[in-house]
């Protein structure tokens, strides 16, 4: 009897081993988390986790807690123990996930317990019944009657096996047996940054100190905690995703701590790398200061637009037209600056008489590489008028060419009480171009535009006039 148990546990022992087992590697077993975000809607998760097999061979692993916007054909799993070998030899995405609709769900077509309780949470009532229907509200049939919705509470059985609790990869993996770390590396939906920027500037708008913002946004479906920040400035280009759906956020500012974040060249791009670890929760909005520069020489321009149709026909009365304010400065070392900038918005205030920060105006910038200049359009000047008249106009076309001869006449006002401005008239025409006359100098800005620069002294109105000819 003693050999026959002996051979019989040895045929257990054996069948076991045969078995696939199976482990859950949950984010307790995180080591290390890194995340790279792309101003893309898009980020770069790096987990690493470590765990133990208990035995070699073929075994079920599930890992929780990635992002439920993971794209799980971008998973690679790398092993961090090249000694030895471990490989994921099949991949799921576990992504339908427990809720109270997704439980229900399962159990359509199947019987389920209905139990009623009175005010004091004592049971009335206890019926069994099929599920028949989830659509909009659930439809119960408890004998012969059918209920639409049911005043208790539906008591399941059991929750089904492909429910999970959070997004999960269930991997068949082979292994050596003993301890193993894995990075597991993704493309998640749902990350992205963004940059902002305040300039102050001083009353005489000559200088101003500059801050840089960096708005990290995660809706990805998990929290990042303790996680290193890189994040990618550049245009990356990616086929177009699927749609996936959105959850609401709650914003969170935080506070920058002191050390600036670090920048360098990657690729056609440039990261930037957050010195210090930090926690991206699940719908969360968080600020860090990207960069903080005093004294930095800017200038003011004034500019008007002359549209390029005024010239192909005849225009009879005048045009009122705005004259817009922008300023520019050095993206340059000699202006203490000299860094990639992120694209992003750039917000001024200034101080007014009385020595209080006012709103004067925004406008986005693109990415801008060091010793470039940014240009910012701030809004239209309020006290400088521009109007802008057809003086004469000729069809001088043929067969084989339309070709228009246009005179203008400019009046350039300047309202304010003590101040000279500059103001740069920009004249844009259609074709191939050449300016007949000209009370003023221009030098050619571009293929289509010609630029007239006129002082008008505080209190008063200067005429720039023109003549030119419009071949198409």
């Known amino acids: 009897m003693s050999r026959f148990l002996i051979f019989i546990c040895s045929l257990m022992w054996l069948s ?89 769900a399962k159990f359509v077509g199947n019987p389920v317990r209905l139990v009623t309780y009175d005010a004091d949470n004592k049971v009335v009532e206890r019926q069994t019944g099929t599920l028949l229907s989830l659509n909009q509200r659930p439809i119960f049939q408890v004998g012969q009657d059918i ?14 096996e492909e429910l999970v609790a959070r997004p999960s990869l269930r991997w068949l993996a082979e292994g050596e047996r003993g301890s193993h770390t894995v990075q597991v590396s993704y493309l998640s939906g749902g990350l992205n940054w963004k940059a902002d920027y305040v ?59 002191k050390r600036e974040v670090t920048e360098e060249a990657f690729m056609e791009y440039h990261l930037y790398t957050i010195p210090w670890k930090t926690t991206l929760k699940q719908n969360q909005q968080k600020q860090i200061e990207l960069l903080s520069r005093a004294g930095i020489a800017l200038s003011k321009h004034y500019t008007v637009d002359i549209p390029a149709h005024l010239p192909q026909g005849h225009q009879p009365g005048k045009n009122r037209l705005p004259v817009n304010v922008r300023l520019a400065f050095p993206n340059s070392a000699a202006n203490n600056l000299g860094e990639p900038l992120p694209a992003g918005i750039v917000r001024i205030y200034s101080e007014d008489q009385a020595g209080t920060l006012q709103f004067a105006g925004e406008d986005r910038i693109d990415h801008t590489p060091r010793d470039e200049e940014v240009k910012i359009t701030l809004g239209k000047a309020f006290d400088l008028v521009a109007e802008v008249h057809q003086t004469e106009f000729e069809d001088l076309s043929d067969r084989r060419n339309r070709r228009y001869e246009s005179g203008f006449q400019v009046s350039l006002r300047n309202r304010k009480e003590q101040e000279s401005v500059t103001i740069d008239v920009l004249a844009h025409f259609p074709g191939e171009w050449q300016i007949r006359e000209s009370s003023h100098d221009y030098t050619q800005e571009d293929a289509f535009t010609a630029r007239f620069v006129v002082e008008v002294p505080a209190g008063a109105e200067r005429t720039l006039n023109y003549k030119v000819r419009v071949t198409l």
């Open 16 to 104: 076991l081993g045969s078995a696939q087992s199976q482990l859950t590697i949950g984010a307790d077993k995180r080591t290390d988390l890194e995340v790279t975000i792309y101003n893309s809607n898009i980020g770069l998760v790096k987990d690493t986790r470590a765990f133990t097999l208990a035995r070699g061979g073929q075994t079920e692993i599930l890992l929780e807690d990635v992002a439920a916007q993971v794209q799980p054909e971008t998973v690679l799993p790398l092993s961090l123990n090249p000694q030895k070998q471990w490989v994921v030899l099949e991949q799921n995405y576990e992504y339908d996930l427990l809720t109270p609709n997704t439980l229900l």
């Open 147 to 160: 209920h639409i919705s049911h005043p208790g509470h539906v008591i399941l059985p059991e929750v089904p």
């Open 199 to 257: 300039i102050k500037v001083n009353q005489t708008v000559t200088a101003g100190d500059l801050t840089g913002w960096i708005t990290l946004n995660n809706e990805s479906g998990i929290a990042y905690p303790d996680a290193s920040v890189k994040l990618v400035a550049g245009d990356v280009h990616r086929v177009q995703p699927e749609a996936r759906p959105r959850r609401a956020r709650e914003v969170l500012a935080m506070a920058a701590p």
